[in-house]
């Protein structure tokens, strides 16, 4: 298996302000990195793919203005909440592709639970 | 976006029951891949199909790729209670970065 980690776990904040979340591949690099939203009850749905090292593509209907995307490095990327609104409000997961094998799988991340008041 | 059919949507059983569960889409996707959910957690990774005709095994749980590539099942034989929680499929229609695809999830609760 691979190992992916979020942070932070959950987190709160009020309606205006902007909320970061990193995603790590911990024991491998990850050349892509995708994020997803999932509401209470529903599937994930894809929000964007995040490429080391170029523009993150966006999944049709995401703000790329308010779902900022940042992937700096083999091993990092970063999903930032500009301006966040109760709507918002959602469980944020990445995943992460192993390279170097023909047989492609993607490893999430253990979620972010974010509250805006 | 683009969903799979995955049915059913939830299932109440009895420990020790077999269960089984499934996904179909109307296009071709080249890899399977069924995961598990619990509560306030990512989706972790149960098995990975990569072949159309493939049946694999991890433990209890079996998945095969439908000979079409356009479905894919699930079966969990002598359930436990550890087993409960939410199973996706998803496909991947081509290699490299290729995005994934879910179904709708199937809730899976054991009465014990």
């Known amino acids: 298996g691979a190992v992916v980690s979020q942070h932070p776990s959950r987190v709160i904040c009020k309606s205006g302000t902007s909320v970061k979340i990193e995603c790590r591949s911990l024991?491998?690099?990850?050349?892509?990195m995708f994020w997803y939203r999932q509401f209470p009850k529903q599937s994930l749905m894809l929000m964007a793919t995040?490429?080391?090292?170029?523009?993150?593509?966006?999944e049709q209907g995401v703000e790329k203005d308010k779902f900022l995307i940042n992937h700096a490095s083999l091993t990092l990327s970063t999903l930032t909440v500009t301006s966040a609104h109760p709507e918002d409000s959602s469980f944020y997961i990445c995943?992460?592709?192993?390279?170097?094998?023909?047989?492609?799988?993607?490893?999430f991340g253990p979620g972010t639970r974010l509250l805006v008041l | 976006g683009q969903q799979l059919n995955q049915s059913p949507q939830s299932m109440f059983i009895q420990e020790g029951e077999d269960v089984s569960m499934n996904c179909t889409s109307s296009?071709?996707?080249?890899?399977w891949l069924w995961y598990k959910q619990e509560p306030g957690e990512g989706p972790v990774l149960l098995i990975a199909l990569y072949k159309a005709g493939e049946l694999t095994s991890n433990g209890r749980l079996t998945a095969q790729f439908g000979i079409t590539r356009k479905d894919s099942f699930l079966n969990i034989s002598a359930s436990i209670p550890s087993d409960v929680g939410i199973y996706f499929c998803a496909g991947q229609k081509g290699e490299g970065a290729q995005k994934l695809v879910f179904g709708q999830g199937t809730r899976l609760t054991i009465n014990p």
């Open positions: 296009s071709i996707f080249n890899t």
């Open positions: 024991d491998f690099q990850a050349t892509t």
């Open positions: 995040s490429n080391e090292g170029s523009k993150a593509t966006y």
């Open positions: 995943s992460a592709r192993k390279p170097g094998t023909s047989r492609e799988t993607q490893y």
